[in-house]
């Protein structure tokens, strides 16, 4: 389930392609790769900003499939403590990878975004998201998850992230719980929370603008669907998806667990 921000993760763009250790690359041949670690800027370089985070190429991207699997540069790294990873969080930074993924938005163009998953499952979500571009599935924005704060939890916020790792609790549509979600072990994925929202066995969503896709008969743009690509794409991998749980619903779920 989505949450809301305390502070946006700061350059992202930046430390996802300058990543500290040479990275993973995944492209059209559907193989793994290691890639060169990319030379850190010059002293002239401008300090990248926390609006760089949502920076995209001036060009546009390949109308082709492409991911990178690194180590957390220590930018990112640096970002998380304290907000969307802490001490006592059940997975330690140095178990988690950082992915560059290729998507469609909802624009029919190409684009590329940070991910944060567990390492023991990196290889197997970049062939998630492989089989998503493939199969044009369109995602409004990739982006690093964002602390949880209870309290601030707005029900109109229109943010619509794509995202994998975040040390917090499970979170329904009415509020936390006291377990941790699969989410802090870097073991789930939440897809468009916008369009595909928590829904309660009552029939309550929490966050405004998704209660319009509260109805699952309707077919718009990034919706999940029993049987559609999405659910397929996680399903190879062995993951489950919480639209298919018994009273709740979480739509925009997947984890290796099917928690």
């Not at 995944?26 to 060169?36: D, P, Y």
């Not at 002293?43 to 990178?68: G, N």
Request: charged share 20%; aromatic share 8%.
């Amino acid at each position: 389930m989505r949450v809301s921000p305390r502070r946006r993760l700061g350059a992202i763009a930046t430390v996802v392609v300058l990543a500290s250790s040479s990275a993973c690359t995944q492209s059209g041949g559907g193989r793994l790769t290691v890639a060169r670690p990319a030379r850190a800027p010059s002293a002239s370089t401008s300090p990248p900003t926390t609006s760089s985070a949502a920076a995209e190429p001036s060009r546009p991207l390949p109308a082709r499939f492409d991911a990178a699997v690194s180590p957390l540069p220590a930018g990112v790294a640096a970002e998380m403590r304290g907000t969307t990873w802490q001490p006592g969080c059940p997975v330690p930074l140095r178990e988690l990878r950082l992915l560059r993924l290729r998507y469609w938005g909802f624009d029919g163009k190409a684009h590329e975004g940070p991910m944060v998953v567990n390492q023991a499952v990196a290889s197997r979500v970049v062939s998630v998201f492989r089989r998503l571009f493939e199969a044009r599935f369109p995602i409004q924005q990739l982006h690093l998850a964002v602390q949880y704060l209870p309290d601030q939890d707005d029900p109109n916020d229109t943010r619509n992230y794509t995202d994998g790792f975040n040390c917090r609790p499970v979170v329904t549509a009415r509020g936390p719980r006291t377990n941790w979600s699969q989410h802090a072990y870097g073991l789930a994925i939440d897809i468009n929370p916008i369009q595909n929202p928590y829904v309660t066995a009552d029939g309550y969503v929490r966050n405004l603008h998704a209660r319009r896709y509260r109805d699952r008969a309707q077919r718009r743009p990034g919706m999940i669907h029993a049987g559609n690509a999405v659910v397929r794409a996680f399903a190879a991998i062995g993951w489950r998806w919480g639209g298919s749980w018994r009273g709740d619903k979480d739509y925009m779920h997947f984890s290796s667990t099917g928690r």
